[in-house]
T-cell receptor, first 111, second 114 residues
Framework: DAGVTQSPTHLIKTRGQQVTLRCSPK?????VSWYQQALGQGPQFIFQ???????QRGNFPDRFSGHQFPNYSSELNVNALLLGDSALYLC??????????FGSGTRLTVV | QKEVEQNSGPLSVPEGAIASLNCTYS??????FFWYRQYSGKSPELIMF????GDKEDGRFTAQLNKASQYVSLLIRDSQPSDSATYLC??????????????FGGGTRVLVKP
């Protein structure tokens, strides 16, 4: 049973560029959330998707956007990248049972 | 005031001892409480969840919840070097929406010394 898979694993981008990160939830999970984790800090909630709609959003600018597809997979898009966007981006999925399962993350470095 | 607060550590414990981790939260209406373990460079892994006052035990781990004091703790008995990691406390908010977002503390780094 595959867990949550994220791609790519690592990414280096230049300031001002745009990036798309991808996530496939665990089998049977229909809710996908995205988190940003800066070095030495806890994950910060970006947004959550359920039934292909954004249901909740954290305190992140509109440069951060997302999408959920009919197969429950999801994308996180970040436009106009800033140096401060460098972080580990985590996707988490949830089904009917308590608790979120996290993917291995995408390490984004903005230079 | 941060929504979820943890001592950043490091919490140094000798092998075989009990590690005690604490977490406080500001939203009195918080519903559910989670402890995640995160090894350096890896993603968080769920080890415990609790939503009722009292203790919940799972193997060497015990979670304790006191909603009146807005306090949740994690005890690790018989600590092993493999328990060395950052432990993240997370809570879900008062309002139950589809899925419930997690609000994390900054994490407590635990070092178990042989």
């Amino acid at each position: 049973d595959a867990g949550v898979t994220q791609s790519p694993t690592h990414l280096i981008k230049t300031r001002g560029q745009q990036v798309t990160l991808r996530c496939s939830p665990k089998s049977g999970h229909d809710t996908v959330s995205w988190y940003q984790q800066a070095l030495g800090q806890g994950p910060q909630f970006i947004f959550q998707y359920y039934e292909e709609e954004e249901r909740q959003r954290g305190n992140f600018p509109d440069r951060f956007s997302g999408h959920q597809f009919p197969n429950y997979s999801s994308e996180l898009n970040v436009n106009a990248l800033l140096l401060g966007d460098s972080a580990l981006y985590l996707c988490a999925s949830r089904g009917q049972v308590y608790g979120y399962t996290f993917g291995s993350g995408t390490r984004l470095t903005v230079v | 005031q941060k929504e979820v607060e943890q001592n950043s550590g490091p919490l140094s414990v000798p092998e075989g001892a009990i590690a005690s981790l604490n977490c406080t939260y500001s939203d009195r209406g918080s519903q559910s409480f989670f402890w995640y373990r995160q090894y350096s460079g890896k993603s968080p892994e769920l080890i415990m969840f609790i939503y009722s006052n009292g203790d919940k035990e799972d193997g060497r781990f015990t979670a304790q919840l006191n909603k009146a004091s807005q306090y949740v703790s994690l005890l690790i008995r018989d600590s092993q070097p493999s328990d060395s990691a950052t432990y993240l406390c997370a809570v879900t908010p008062r309002v139950l929406a589809a899925g419930n977002k997690l609000t994390f503390g900054g994490g407590t780094r635990v070092l178990v010394k042989p």
